[in-house]
């Protein structure tokens, strides 16, 4: 609890700056747009107090509040860029934020501030290409500062002023003046500095007191080495070709006369991260379940995964750093090869999640493979805004309630995003039990295109442009995790979410280019079996024909992604249930199956349209502890033709071929 307030309860527990530009509807667009203009004469004076000011020029005027800011600006030349056009957030800090933070890193004076770290600070406070206001409370996605880390948003009430709303940047940074509209962007005034570490996530959690046991099996296990991966050095892109240049079109479609007829917006990341996710129990948590020291997390530990790995039991105990080792496996199941914020994990909240997620008969869901090997952690969300992991049931029905990953204003005020990456508090310890192998994860597993490679959420192609007009983030050859591209003309990209395209969570990744050729690694199966994978897919006359391999084993003959020649048999439900039946099965004998009826639209949910298909690849033994590829090797003529993966389901014998049957959902 902050000093002088108490915890406030807001709809989503946490505020998000969100951008008045798109918020708005289309009537209403001339006087935002307006403030981002040269000419701001018509920018409201009763809720903005600026006019006419670039960020810059707002600052300078008022330099006996920014004077010590501006310094740094001028320092880092960051403040040249802030009198460009274009749309801009800055969070400026006050001159007394800027002394408390220069005491509290043990500098005498301004001067002594090295020209690296005004740099970081300067890139720490200013959003570029949008401006973030505060009047929106239910914004989807939190903005990334030029420093490529978050900027997310708590608020408290102050008791002792009528309950006023305080709204915090990073917890710790109090906006005391908000939603200075200048010609630029906007400009909100803080009361401290935002904290941006250069630790890397270990030495982060080190920092924390409440996290000393997660810290301490960190370091014994190795896996904090592990964690120390930032800035891939090989990776080199054109500017004009990068996020934030020109970018390039893709092209796309067939005309008659055989050219594209339709081309994509496309950026490539301007860098190429290596980012980290923790979710972690706090010290109490683990007092809670009588773990007290690191000698007791080490014998629970084993007790879990020896259970759940009995072929391993005994060999590898004393050994911390095989990825056999019981506390090995723990620490790894806690960590993800990539980042993003609390609801970046699944989709529970915004456009997507209220107006596509049939969430009545379905959570919405999201799967991803951990940093211990073959193993898969899965999020779903419920009405409420609340995430698990490894839950079983429908929202308040659950047979296993999993574990709850706590919202920002309900942990602690210790820093929690650093450089490479951030941690994140959940409720309850988290194992992937024989349990969880065997009863939570025996589902129908269906992973979403964007969560099949964690470039895609590094470089900010997942979640992070959703709802932006229509574009793609692309993906170099080689600088892809979890995909190969085969030939030099092969391209993939990633599109960014739209509530109108007729994809599973509005996105999907591309393969595209003459002749392509691609590979994606399929996530783990949790345990040994027979399993269906799946390709979800939408059909197109612009679409190609590939052949499609599983470990370089062809899976049947080449598949038509074009609506012409794709002999689905696909007919509309029926008022008679046992004759949808009938047309389900007869999809199936064909090696299809229709599109999920819990994603879409209440009225026309995906199963309705006959151009969303799931094809059946393959129907074969799988291993829990073994990789599996599946390529895509186009067979047709013409470098404008393309497919799309949707998603990609695993589903095993229990489910498909019980005596129920599968749902639809």
Known sequence: MKLHTMKQ???????WLASILTSLPLGGLGWALTSCSDDDSDTPLNFYSSVRLTAAGFIEANDAQFSDFRN??????????????????????????????????????????????CDTLSRTHIVQDKAYFTTDMGGEIPPVNMNDDYIEMTSDSDIYNNNALLIYVNKNSRIIQKDDSVTNGVVHVIDHVIKASNQFLPGLMEENPNLSLFSQALKLTGMADSLTKYNDDTYTVDPDSAWGGKGFKVPYGTANDGTASKQCKTWYPEKRFF??????????????????????????????????????????????????????????????????????????RGDIYTQRCLFKIYDPEDYYETMAPHTLIRFCSNPGEEIFINRVGLQSSASVRGVRVLKNDEGDNYTQSCKNGRYIYIDDILVYSKKVREEVLN????????????????????MEHMGKEEMMIGFKNGYLTDFKM????????????QTGWRHYQGSGVCITGEKFDASVKLPPVPHDGTYEVRLGYSLGDDRGIAQVYLNNEPCGIPISFRNFDSNIGWEADTNDEEENKAIDK????????????????????????????????????????????????????????????DYIELCPKDIYDSLEGEDRH
């Open 275 to 348: 980012k980290f996710t923790a979710f972690v129990e706090t010290d109490s948590i683990y007092r809670a379940h009588g773990i007290n020291n690191i000698e007791e997390l080490i014998a629970y530990a084993k007790e879990i995964y020896d259970e759940s790995y009995p072929d391993d039991a005994g060999k590898y105990d004393e050994d911390f750093k095989s990825r056999h080792n019981p506390l090995n496996r723990f620490v790894s199941y806690h960590l993800i090869n990539r980042t993003g914020p609390r609801d970046y994990w699944v989709h529970c």
């Open 586 to 645: 007869a999809m199936r004998n064909r090696g299809f199956m229709k599109a999920m009826d819990s994603y879409g639209s209440t009225s026309e949910p995906f199963r309705t349209y006959s151009n969303d298909v799931r094809r059946i690849l393959v129907k074969q033994y799988m291993r829990a502890d073994q990789d599996y590829w599946l390529r895509f090797r186009q067979i047709l003529e013409g470098s404008t033709l393309y497919m799309s993966i």
């Open 9 to 15: 309860k807001v709809t989503s527990g946490v505020l």
């Open 486 to 497: 085969h030939n030099a003309k092969t391209f993939i990209g990633c599109g960014n979410e």
């Open 443 to 462: 589902r129908r597993i269906r992973i979403d295109g964007s969560c099949l490679s964690p470039d895609f959420m590094n470089g900010h192609a997942r």
């Open 72 to 117: 740094i600006l001028e320092r880092s030349n960051y403040l040249s860029i802030l009198k460009t056009y274009g749309h801009y957030t800055v969070f400026a800090p006050t001159n007394e934020a800027i002394q408390l933070y220069l005491q509290e890193n043990g500098y005498a004076s301004l001067d002594e501030l090295p020209r690296e770290q």
